[in-house]
């Protein structure tokens, strides 16, 4: 987690928001260490967390996890993080002998066989729905790495954002928890599908940050530029700006957010 | 007395001391025992070499395990060709496994191409033979040895270097890949048999493809996920123009093909397979053939490293006297970003390829000297009056028209 960030978006780990969707997004970057910074964020605030990862292995984010003070095996342990690893998940859905299961598998649309997002849906409703018993989590959040992915696995555009709409029934509406998920897409880019898939979810989302890279090319000292929109109720509008811009450079474990131009290289 | 023994000892019954270096794959990890590897001092995942060590040197040390690079073909292919026998060569010198799947060559035959490896070690004596005739006499002892020693020798002398130089006018001898564990998939002799090949919606030739890596991978005990005991090896892979006509695919035919994902569930199948084993892929893919470029960015995004490689052959580039020393222009798309959110991008940007008599190589691209006017190059003084013409503009028409007058 990386605390100019969160200060930036006024969260704090003691009383983290509710109820609201966090967009993601990356233009011609890559914006994954927003995924990082928000997953580590939850997990420190106490948070019961279901972090569906299509783009990368469990490895992967339980060393950036380290990297930041986190163990994400500790959390899976303790019950507190959920973690959804697509890679693997959907090579065993592939290779796997084919037992008729009762219960559709959360990866069963990969196969190709006209089947939806639902088992998807239903093992995250699972993973966040309260234990009978009552567990001391805070809220509960749902991650997803890159939605966009979920396009190239031939899911239809539709099917993606009706996942999201009862994603956001289930976990912001009835559990008062977050959600936090993210897109590619860039203004240029042909792929129509995508490019309907973030258009839509910008529309939903009340808050988006949405990393580009510099439009000048590549830059040794600052990686890339993030806006941050946030779309607060009219009372607290007055307090804040609605749209902010930084620009970022990515460090080994921190990422140091400035405004536009005010690089340490340039100053 | 102590210190004499531990040679001897292997690293993990090392007499502990007070002094003890942190050697890497002394300690924890077994794996950097494997030939032809290095652990990235970065990320701590496996490095191989793609067999080009100024790739290597581009891409932040070489291609980690479990990942897949991704090279889009130039025009006319002919490139493309050249890095993915490297990166299989540098395989067969380090003794690694391979799987070579295509659709076009038999994989015997694609094997019978591949360069054979400079031995002795140093460039500079490799670039310049005459020059380095003192040291002939040992490089021909190393090499006279080689030919006569059983391989695991050989890839115990050559896996203390990682990254080999190839000589491109030689092929590889076929001893050396004789003694390599090597799978061919030849898609048109794979069509016979294979049972049930709908499981996923693909193209069947992607579909047979993955079953049989997949199959390879288990059965020969490249799979990460099992602990064994045997000598593990490094299986790399390599898919020559995927997505081509031939592979059954129409996305380069149609810009709405019929089965449009089939290409990126394939890769992201492939990945996850990949990911959880000790393998490394690369694949090349016509990108310029692909009709609808949407399917291009998704590639993109789900292959780790992507290089795309531009000729010069063919375009107007070739006679332009600015790039009379290269042969084209090498563009690093993407660079994963492994075990950390920041990946290790190099300053260059501009890079360029060249094609030597022997060797090819991968350098900073710069424009030819600035030649003084003592020097008489044709050529060059072509070009410098040229570029005079350009910047006197208009109001030197009439000496313009001198030039034009012949």
Known sequence: MFAELSELLGDSVERPQQGKLTLLGATKTD????????????????????????????????????????????????????????????????????????????????????????????????????????????????????????????????????????????????????????????????????????????????????????????????????????????????????????????????????????????? | MAALATGELTPSERVPTSFQRKVPGGGGSRLAILPGTRPSVRHGQLLLSSGLPSLDCVLGGGLAVGTLLLIEEDTYGIYSSLLFKHFLAEGIVCGHNLFIASAKEEPADILKELPSPFLNTSVSAMEEEEAAMKGKQESMKIAWRYQNIQTLEVTQNTSSKFGHYFDLSKPLASELIQNIGCHGFFLSEETALCPDMNSCNMASGYSRLLHSIQKVIYQEGFDGSIPQKAQRNILRIGIQSLGSVLWGDDICCNENPQNIHSLTRFLYVLRGLLRTSLSACIITIPSHL?????????????????????????????????????????????????????????????????????????????????????????????????????????????????????
Request: glycine residues 6%; charged residues 25%.
């Open chain 2, 290 to 406: 692909i009709q609808n470029k949407a399917i291009m960015e998704r590639v993109t995004n789900l292959s780790d490293t992507v290089v795309g490689l531009e000729s010069f052959i063919g375009s107007e580039r070739e006679t332009n006297p600015l790039y009379k020393d290269y042969h084209g222009l090498i563009h690093i798309r993407q660079i994963p970003r492994l075990n950390s959110f920041n990946c290790n991008v190099s300053d260059m940007k501009d890079l360029a390829f060249r094609l030597r008599r022997k060797l090819f190589v991968i350098e900073r691209l710069h424009l030819p000297p600035d030649l003084s006017d003592t020097v008489s190059r044709t050529s060059k003084q072509d070009l410098a009056e040229s570029t005079k013409l350009l910047s006197s503009g208009c109001s030197a028409m009439a000496i313009g028209k001198k030039h034009l007058d012949f």
């Open chain 1, 31 to 267: 914006a994954s260490f927003l995924v990082h910074h928000f997953l580590s964020f939850y997990l420190k605030a106490g948070c019961k967390v279901c972090f569906v990862a299509f783009l990368q292995s469990f490895s992967h984010y339980n060393i950036v996890a380290q990297k930041l003070g986190l163990g994400l095996t500790t959390a899976k342990e303790r019950g507190q993080l959920v973690f959804l690893e697509g890679l693997k998940v959907a090579r065993d859905v592939l290779f796997s002998k084919r037992q008729e299961s009762a219960e559709p598998h959360p990866f069963q649309f990969i196969s190709g066989d006209g089947s939806n997002l639902r088992g998807l849906h239903d093992f995250v409703r699972t993973a966040l729905s309260p234990a009978v018993g009552g567990d001391s989590w805070k809220c509960p959040v749902l991650i997803v790495d890159d939605l966009s992915v979920l396009l190239s696995l031939g899911v239809k555009p539709t099917d993606v954002l009706d996942f999201v709409h009862y994603c956001r029934v289930t976990v912001n509406s009835l559990l008062k928890g977050n959600a936090v998920v993210m897109v590619r897409g860039s203004d240029d880019s042909e792929d129509e599908e995508n490019e309907l898939l973030a258009k839509a979810l910008r529309y939903q989302s009340s808050r988006i940050l949405w990393a580009e890279g510099l439009a000048t090319g590549f830059c040794k000292d600052v990686h890339g530029q993030l806006t941050i929109v946030c779309r607060s109720s009219w009372e607290e509008k007055a307090e804040r700006e609605l749209q902010q811009v930084y620009q970022y450079k990515i460090q080994d474990r921190n990422v140091s957010f400035f405004a536009r131009g005010m690089s340490v290289a340039v100053l």
